[in-house]
Each structure stands twice: as C-alpha cells, then as structure tokens.
C-alpha cells in the first residue's frame, strides 16, 4: 500500500476527492425515511431505522467509512453469494449448476416456485440458498458434522472479510428456526422433487441455512468482502488468494442478474453494478476491479432491498459512471 502510494498508483488517485463525494450522498440518502424495517423476527423489528452507515474499500486497500459502519447486523441474503462462492470453489461450476440454476426467478424471494427442469432458479433466493447449503453439507467434505461445518463456512467468510469483524447472532438463529415455516416448506418441496444430493439430511442443511443468515458483520467488514470479490478473489488487505477468479465471475453474474430481489432487472438497467441485499438492511455492491461497498439501513421497500442503499447506489452512479455498460 505505502509503495503504491509513493508511486500514485491508486485505482482512485484521488481519494480524498472521491470519498468527499460519498460523503455527500450519505447526507442525502439520510434523509430519506421511506420503508419500513423488517418485522418477521423481534430482533429485527426492534433494530433502530436510522442506523445508516456507508464503508468502501478500494481493491488497493484504501479505505472510508462513514455513519455506523461498526454496528453489527446479520448477514440474511448477503450471505448468498458468500455460500454459493465457497461451493462454487470447492465444488466446480459444474456441479453446482448441476443443482440450481442461473435464471432470475421474477418472484419473490421466497416463493414456493422451482424452474421448468425443478430446480430452484439461482442461488440467490432462499430455495436456491437452501440447496447450495445442503451442497455445502453433503459433498463437500461430508463426514464433517454440523458444528464443525459452521466453522469452516464462518471461517471462509472470515477470510473474504479480511479476519475483520464477523460473528454469530444466536438469538436470531433461533427466531429465524422459529418462524421458518416457508422455508421448511421450500426445504420439502425440493426433497419432494428430489433436489437434493443423495444423503441430505434435511434439518441439518436448514439449520446451515439458518446460521448463515445469522452470521454478524457490520459495513467495514462487508465492504472487504466486496472488494475480495472486486479483486478476482484477493482478498486487499490481507493479500489471501481467497477465491478463483472463475468463482468470482460466477458469483457476480449472478448478483447482476438476481441479486436485489424482484428489482434486479430495473437494478441491473438502471444501476448496471452486481449487487446483494439482504432484510437486515445491508447492501453489498462490487465494482469490479475498484472496490467493494456494503451500505446499511434497516428500512426496506416493498421489494426487500434498504431505500437508503438503493438511492445511494443511483446517487453514486448519477456521478460516476461504474454502471458496467
Ligand atoms: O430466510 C429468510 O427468509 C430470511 N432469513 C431472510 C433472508 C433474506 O434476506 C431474503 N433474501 N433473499
């Protein structure tokens, strides 16, 4: 970092200069209130709705952050593309895709819907996440048991993030395991269409979904996970060769094309940068080759995603042209 700085190699020059612009598009996406938070779990119901936080970090390492960017919150949905990434690099494209598919769904994220050869559509809505966990459970190294599973998946998440911030929220594991009657139903649903590989074991591969959810980090951490995927699966600070750059690409089609709920084509169109949301809020954006961001608001539209993200997002490419066409 300090010899690139020597040499102004920056990916961003001008940082400072940048970041002053961010920091204006916080202030304006603050004062925003539509949405409401999430309400299907106490724990995110009772989350404040002003929590707004914005963290960027370059594929370089330079990094900003600005509101509450060290407020933990679960992972939800954004821990779709971390699970799809790990089976994805220890399974092959392959076979993953010999499982779930790479279509967008055009429904809501959990509906109960399968794709036209039954499978789930794409490993970014619940079926599609639930399927990548039993792939996670069942192929790769199966005689590991479920807690020792939830060590390997949390220390793989660990390492996209750097080792920064990353923790377990049980209380919402077991609000989500609580009040998880669609995804039990989808769970059935796929083992009714024979899904699954051979010896799932059902419960085991939804409480792996469950406690994927429930991973906690908070919007500097995220945003070095983006960036390990803006960085061909480098990790920028830690230097790590976390992932395969062919894992990457897979990964962040797919979150062009599915990521932001039942917005992802007017996302894609309109924002044009692969994307992540999940119901606590947060909003994981990858620009590849220049930096990851994660964006934070528990106020959700209709659609799911965070108001305040997704205005900050058409904010950023209001300004900047990262829109990839
Ligand atoms: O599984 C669920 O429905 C919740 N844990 C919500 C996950 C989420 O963020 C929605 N995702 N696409």
Not at 183 to 207: I, S, V
Not at 215 to 224: K, L, R
Not at 233 to 246: A, N, Q, S, W, Y
Request: net charge neutral.
């Amino acid at each position: 970092l300090i010899s690139r700085a020597f040499r102004h190699q920056f990916i961003i020059p001008d940082f400072p200069g940048f970041t002053k612009h961010i920091e204006d598009f916080y202030w304006k996406c603050k004062s925003n209130i539509e949405g409401k938070v999430a309400a299907y779990i106490p724990q995110l119901a009772h989350m404040n709705s002003e929590y707004w936080g914005v963290s960027i970090c370059t594929i370089d390492g330079q990094r900003f952050s600005i509101g509450d960017t060290t407020i933990p919150f679960t992972l939800q949905s954004c821990s779709k593309p971390l699970t799809y990434a790990i089976a994805l690099e220890k399974l092959g494209q392959e076979v993953v895709h010999k499982y779930v598919g790479q279509e967008p769904s055009g429904r809501n994220f959990n509906e109960l819907v399968l794709d036209h050869n039954k499978k789930p559509h794409n490993p970014m809505i619940n079926a599609g996440a639930i399927l990548v966990c039993s792939l996670l459970k069942s192929l790769i190294k199966p005689e590991m048991t479920l807690a020792e599973k939830f060590d390997f998946t949390m220390n793989y998440f660990k390492k996209l993030a750097g080792g920064e911030s990353l923790g377990f929220n049980n209380a919402v594991f077991l609000s989500e395991r609580e009040a998880a009657d669609r995804n039990y139903a989808l769970g059935f649903y796929m083992r009714e269409h024979k899904c699954y590989p051979e010896k799932t074991n059902l419960r085991e591969c939804m409480d792996l979904y469950f406690q994927c959810c429930s991973m906690e980090a908070n919007c500097e951490s995220m945003s070095v996970m983006a960036a390990t995927l803006a960085n061909g699966g480098i990790c920028p600070i830690t230097e790590e060769k976390v992932l395969r750059p062919d894992s990457v690409r897979d990964v962040l089609s797919l979150m062009h094309s599915c990521g932001m709920y039942d917005y992802s084509g007017q996302f894609a169109f309109k924002v044009g940068i692969p994307a992540k949301s999940g119901v606590s809020g947060s909003l994981l954006m990858v620009i590849p080759n220049v930096m990851g961001i994660c964006t934070w608001s528990p106020p959700l539209d209709m659609l799911g995603n965070s108001c305040r993200g997704v205005q900050f997002c058409e904010e950023l490419v209001g300004e900047f042209n990262f829109h990839r066409y």
